[in-house]
């Protein structure tokens, strides 16, 4: 009884697992193509991205409040709502990029570039809740309006909302807490996807 137990829960664990595979894979190619569009409803399930170095011209910050899709079981007591804060680049590069998220016990962990051969985006677009990194901007403006923010076209926030942009952004040990990442064009040289035992 005990070993047939053991058996059902091993195989609804693959089959969990290799659909959580298939969906990253999956988003990461159509971010690569330019196909997802800036918004969709958000699973609700956070994940860490870590980068020793990322560097861009045109950055934008602001506030919004991402959307999870009616009903989702991640919504908690949060009403299927996360108040994140949207960074948007430009024009991106990074020394190498981690991205982990912890499914089941186990991590999805993709990794991909290094200093020698860059990550690099177009026009991205990060939703986060924390952010930690040490950062370098020229020409900053603190405290614009978000609905007036030009630095990255298309990308600001609603009128009356706490924006900030600049002309250039370094951040090193970069470490985020994401719910969502889109990019016009998104180059992941020697991408790497594995369920590992420790995350980012």
């Known amino acids: 009884m005990s070993t047939r137990h053991g058996h059902t829960r091993w195989r609804r664990f693959t089959a969990i697992m290799a659909g959580g595979l298939g969906i990253a ?10 196909v997802l569009a800036a918004s969709f409803s ?6 860490v991205v870590t980068s020793p170095k990322l560097h861009g011209y ?7 409040l991402d959307q999870m899709a009616p009903g989702s079981p991640n919504e908690g007591d949060t009403g299927g709502q996360v108040v994140v804060i949207v960074s948007a680049i430009r024009d991106a590069e990074l020394d190498g990029l981690c991205q982990s998220i912890e499914l089941g016990g186990v991590y999805l962990k993709i990794t991909a570039g290094s200093p020698a051969n860059k990550v690099k985006a177009d026009t991205l677009v990060v939703d986060s809740d924390v952010i930690t990194a040490n950062a370098d901007f020229k020409t900053i403006d603190i405290g614009q309006d978000a ?5 990255v076209p298309g990308k600001k926030g609603a ?16 470490r985020q807490n994401n719910y969502a990442t889109t990019a016009a064009r998104f180059y992941l040289p020697n991408l790497r996807m594995a369920f590992t035992s420790d995350g980012c």
């Not at 894979?25 to 330019?34: D, H, V």
């Not at 009128?159 to 970069?174: K, P």
Request: charged share 10%.
């Open 25 to 34: 894979a999956g988003l990461i190619l159509l971010t690569g193509q330019g």
């Open 42 to 47: 958000i699973s609700g399930m956070p994940f």
């Open 58 to 64: 045109g950055f934008a910050q602001y506030a919004e």
């Open 147 to 151: 609905s007036t923010l030009d630095r």
């Open 159 to 174: 009128i009356g909302v706490f924006g900030q942009q600049a002309e250039e952004v370094t951040l090193t040990n970069l």
